[in-house]
């Protein structure tokens, strides 16, 4: 384990490691010195990511865990927390989806995509959140651009409900946690290499972003370090949009460069 780096010794709990944004963020903090704790629902995926961490001499373990039970994602937060001695960190990462047309939209459809989307933020967080504030800690979650900007195209209705809920979570969360030194911050993504949409509403979106190419796992899990780190000791409260630019502006495509 390294004793150097901006995360040196720091504890981390990190949610969706099987790959992309996850494993980039997992990673890089236990590059930074910190020590990790991840999970994945997906079965051997989160120990498998953290196991090749360990082969590098870092200290990184992935647990098997379904967010969407409350129980399992307390007993993860909790068991993962004394196995460290405290949370410095929660990254609340790992998300489900789900898109359809608003007039296709069906109840059975939004119940879970809010289930999976922003309830397994709460179940998490109210699990951490004594230990966060017992000596102060960065919570971090994750958004999505398409919390700030509307697409019919994208039939993300639910989506967009789910993640402007997970951002609303993180500024209240920034008011209460202040008085423990407790900083809550959220990161929205754009278009990641590794999405789940197919190609044609990828190559839809990009056509629409000032920096025509999809985000890398990496951009995003670059600015998680940060928010991770005492360099952000007096940031809180923030959402951060990672996207390309697509919520600042739009580039025609007959654009000289386009």
């Known amino acids: 384990m390294s004793n150097t780096g901006r995360l040196a010794g720091k504890r981390i709990l990190l949610t969706g490691t099987a790959g992309g944004q996850g494993a980039a963020a997992q990673r890089l903090f236990a590059q ?6 991840g999970c994945d629902v997906q079965e051997g995926r989160a120990d498998a990511t953290a196991a090749e961490l360990r082969e590098r001499g870092l200290d990184a373990v992935g647990a098997q865990v379904d967010l969407t039970d409350a129980d399992a994602a307390r007993a993860w937060i909790e068991d993962a927390a004394q196995d460290l001695g405290g949370i410095d960190v929660l990254y609340n990462n790992a998300a489900g989806f789900g898109f359809a047309p608003f007039s296709d939209m069906s ?5 879970r995509v809010i289930h999976v989307e922003l309830d397994i933020v709460f179940h998490t967080t109210s699990a951490a959140w004594p230990w966060l504030c017992d000596g102060g800690g960065s919570l971090i ?3 999505s651009y398409s919390a700030l900007r ?7 209705v639910a989506h967009a409900a789910a993640k402007g809920g997970v951002i609303g979570m993180t500024i209240s969360l920034a008011a209460e946690g202040a008085a423990h030194d407790v900083r809550a911050n959220c990161i929205s993504p754009g278009l990641v290499r590794h999405d789940v949409m197919g190609y044609e509403k990828q190559a839809w979106q990009l056509d629409h972003h000032l920096l025509r190419r999809p985000g890398e796992p990496v951009d995003v899990a670059n600015l998680a370090v940060y928010l991770a780190s005492d360099e952000s000791s007096w940031v809180t409260g923030q959402n951060f949009s990672v996207d390309g630019g697509v919520t600042a502006g739009f580039r025609p495509l007959d654009e000289p460069g386009a």
């Open 32 to 37: 930074e010195g910190a020590r990790v704790r």
């Open 107 to 111: 109840l059975e459809l939004w119940r």
């Open 141 to 143: 979650n994750t958004a």
């Open 150 to 156: 509307g697409s019919a195209r994208l039939g993300q």
